[in-house]
């Protein structure tokens, strides 16, 4: 299997841009978990699927964020208007509806200047 | 109060030495229990999971669990330098599908 896959492993862009962010989970995993990782707050989750459906997005930090899952093999997580205290690594990861196991994948590592 | 707490360190140890790193958490109806390993610039992997009280071992790896006092140790015996990583303690509090990760502790083995 080639694991969680995100694109791309680095961006770099001005303030007030839109940024997506994608994610393909592992064939057969029923959870996508979107987290952001900085030296300051650690590993934060944003939101979850279950199934393709949002099932808690209590950890968007606000409005400019949103996150699909349109197919069970693909999720996007997108930032408009970026800003710069958006820079950070974004992780997606997945796992299955028995295990509890999360695999990451490589980050998505984003500067906002 | 956050969820789960982890001495952020650095941690240094010698090589061969034992490195015991320490996590604590918040909701005692915790049940599922997990140490990831985070190499600079990489992505968290899983070393070991733990269920119930007592320890669970894993080659060099030992995972202790007491849920009485609410916290979940990993000690690394025969440490080698490519150990030298953060180590993230994550916790399922049950309450959901969602884990609770600590910041993290790093560890660098020193040859």
């Known amino acids: 299997d080639a694991g969680v896959i995100q694109s791309p492993r680095h961006e770099v862009t001005e303030m007030g841009q839109e940024v997506t962010l994608r994610c393909k989970p592992i064939?057969?995993?029923?959870?996508l978990f979107w987290y952001r990782q900085t030296m300051m707050r650690g590993l934060e989750l944003l939101i979850y699927?279950?199934?393709?459906?949002?099932?808690?997005d209590s950890g968007m930090p606000e409005d400019r964020f949103s996150a699909k899952m349109p197919n069970a093999s693909f999720s996007t997580l997108k930032i408009q208007p970026s800003e710069p205290r958006d820079s950070a690594v974004y992780f997606c990861?997945?796992?299955?509806?028995?295990?509890?196991?999360?695999?990451f994948g490589p980050g998505t590592r984003l500067l906002v200047l | 109060q956050k969820e789960v707490e982890q001495n952020s360190g650095p941690l240094s140890v010698p090589e061969g030495a034992i490195a015991s790193l320490n996590c604590t958490y918040s909701?005692?109806?915790?049940?599922?229990f997990f140490w990831y390993r985070q190499y600079s610039g990489k992505s968290p992997e899983l070393i070991m999971s733990i269920y119930s009280n007592g320890d669970k071992e894993d080659g060099r790896f030992t995972a202790q669990l007491n849920k009485a006092s609410q916290y979940v140790s990993l000690l690394i015996r025969d440490s080698q330098p490519s150990d030298s990583a953060t180590y993230l303690c994550?916790?399922?509090?049950?309450?959901?599908?969602?884990?609770?990760f600590g910041t993290g502790t790093s560890l660098t083995v020193i040859p």
């Open positions: 064939s057969g995993h029923d959870y």
């Open positions: 909701d005692r109806g915790s049940q599922s």
């Open positions: 990861a997945s796992r299955t509806e028995v295990q509890e196991t999360q695999y």
């Open positions: 699927f279950n199934n393709n459906v949002p099932i808690d």
């Open positions: 994550a916790v399922n509090p049950n309450t959901g599908n969602q884990f609770y």
